[in-house]
């Protein structure tokens, strides 16, 4: 992964030389340096600048960007990885014998398709991946832009009060030159021109158009096969061991992180690593992660790491966190700091990617709440809600926790190719009822021949990150909110914070923080503010009357389902 800024549409170098510009532009993106330490680049046009911040994973030697073709009339800026990109080009060689490569990187083809069938490629192509890119054709004075399906990489667009378009991988590149910011969509592309601007600005089109995702109406069908199950998320991890770097896996002893550790473990063997495998946890001291998590890693037969930070250490990088992950969100702030410690030591044992468990709660329903859904439909349904906003939340988390120190998580449960095959099963085998959340996920795993996991572990109920480093990090942070924030301050917190008005104590807190890192109403506008029960969606608060009237996005906010639920309705 990397960090990207381009801008578009550059009138008269803003008043200034062509020189001052480019030194703007390449002052913003250092910016981004954090997600891409190890080289920088810039590619200058007529009106346009792409610049680049790269963390080397893949073309060690070669792969520097801005990527430009042999004619260097096209310039390409990406953060990402495009897991099929040989089978990808193997396919283009055929259509085009002449096709000529300028790296070994494995994002080069994104340039080559788009040269190839133009600006609709990705309604074309099946480009299995995660990635964000600016793209600019100089030839036919044409800017290109695009994200991934899910929105795994994160990507803002900044509009200037003079006309210009800007992208950037964090809203920290944009603050400073642009009046409106957004989150770019997952799944859609733009496109425009930088010389001859059009008389309005140009929209974002959709590319992703899986039933699952575009049609709500639609229920899927498919029968469950275990073994099919396995191999797919099997030959998921495979694909996300593309690599020359060495590489680890998160692991938090809970089933997602766990099984994707166990599965990596088998992979890595098969493929001839040497070294051992080395697996990663933190918790507060005597969190029940860090047990677990030691457990697997005896198990499966990793070079684990436990780390333990105190309260005190994780509330003194709360102003840090938000900085960096660019939110005010509760659940994510709670989450996030204790991922970004973490981060920050595995960086330092010489690990630049790891592979990580988001996105399998909200495929197969696997947070508490998912317990009280009515009926199939009605979960299927929260969970295409559930996956659709993962660039708000748990994407936005593990991208930008990670790369705060450049380091790059992947995330094998997302993976375009897994994620279609598993959200196109009957939601009735997603179904809880008196069964553990996830049943078949653990059943598919669950070889008493050829154990992934231990039982125990592959049977453990589920915890939210910011519950299983320890629950006393959560009330602990309640405390801390409760004695900084007054309640005349929350009295009149509608009229300091007209935008993304807090409704708690804790909420406050980090909305006074965001607003010191990124004063403008736009950036909190790109924030999602909802009322949740242990991660819901606000439309799932009206399966069960409790949850209403006790919404905390803890898991111990399912009264009757966490083992360590609060009482009643208290918070």
Not at 538 to 566: I, K, T
Request: hydrophobic content about 35%; overall charge negative.
């Amino acid at each position: 992964m990397c960090g990207i800024l381009a801008l578009f549409g550059a009138n008269g170098n803003n008043g200034g030389s062509s020189y001052d510009l480019r030194a703007e532009v390449l002052s913003l993106s250092k910016l981004l340096r954090h997600r891409g330490p190890d080289w920088n680049g810039i590619k200058c046009f007529r009106n346009c600048y792409l610049a680049h911040e790269r963390l080397a994973i893949n073309g060690l030697l070669s792969g520097a960007q801005p990527i430009t073709n042999i004619s260097e009339e096209i310039a390409l800026s990406v953060n990402g990885e495009i897991y099929n990109h040989i089978e990808l080009r193997e396919q283009l060689e055929k259509e085009n014998q002449n096709l000529t490569f300028t790296t070994d990187s494995d994002c080069e083809i994104l340039l080559h398709l788009y040269k190839h069938h133009g600006p609709t490629f990705l309604e074309k192509v099946y480009v299995n991946g995660m990635y964000a890119f600016v793209l600019y054709d100089s030839a036919n004075d044409k800017f290109f832009a695009a994200r991934d399906p899910i929105g795994i990489i994160p990507l803002y667009i900044g509009y200037g009060s003079d006309g210009t378009i800007w992208f950037s991988s964090e809203l920290k590149g944009l603050q400073k030159n642009c009046d409106h910011v957004e989150l770019f969509p997952p799944g859609h592309y733009m496109t425009g021109s930088s010389i001859n601007k059009e008389p309005t600005h140009p929209e974002p089109v959709p590319f992703y158009k899986d039933e699952w995702f575009t049609n709500p109406d639609f229920i899927p069908s498919k029968p469950l096969d275990l073994t099919e199950f396995r191999e797919k998320f099997e030959a998921s991890v495979r694909r996300h061991l593309l690599a020359e770097v060495p590489y680890g896996v998160l692991l938090s002893g809970g089933l997602d992180s766990s099984l994707v550790a166990a599965v990596t473990q088998r992979e890595y063997k098969k493929q001839g690593g040497q070294d051992k495998l080395r697996s990663f946890c933190i918790g507060l001291k005597g969190s029940p992660d860090i047990a677990a998590a030691e457990k697997v890693a005896k198990f499966i037969g990793t070079r684990h790491f436990s780390f333990e930070f105190t309260v005190q250490e994780g509330l003194d990088v709360i102003s840090d966190v938000i900085y960096h992950l660019e939110t005010f969100d509760v659940t994510t702030v709670r989450a996030s700091t204790p991922m970004f410690l973490l981060s920050r030591r595995v960086k330092a044992t010489g690990c630049k990617m790891v592979l990580s468990g988001e996105g399998s709660d909200e495929i197969f329903a696997g947070y508490l709440y998912f317990h009280k859904a009515p009926n199939p439909t009605e979960l299927h349904k929260e969970t295409v809600r559930k996956v659709r906003d993962l660039y708000k939340y748990d994407c936005l988390r593990a991208n930008k926790s990670t790369m705060a120190w450049g380091l790059e998580a992947r995330v094998p449960f997302l993976d375009r190719e897994f994620m279609e095959y598993a959200m196109n099963l009957d939601p009735a085998v997603k179904m809880s009822g008196n069964r553990m959340e996830k049943y078949i996920v653990r059943e598919a795993f669950d070889d008493p021949n050829d154990p992934y996991l231990p039982k125990d572990v592959l049977w453990r109920q589920k915890e939210q990150f910011s519950d299983g480093v320890g629950y006393s990090w959560i009330d602990h942070l309640k405390l801390e909110a409760e004695k900084n924030v007054t309640d005349l301050q929350m009295k009149f917190a509608s009229s300091r914070f007209p935008v993304s008005t807090p409704r708690s104590k804790e909420e406050y807190m980090y909305r006074d923080i965001f607003s010191r890192h990124f004063p403008s109403p736009a950036a909190a506008a790109t924030v999602p503010q909802g009322k949740s029960v242990a991660c819901s969606t606000p439309a799932a608060l009206a399966w069960d009357e409790s949850f209403a009237r006790n919404a905390d996005p803890s898991g111990r906010a399912v009264a009757g389902v966490h083992v360590q639920a609060y009482d009643g309705d208290k918070q």
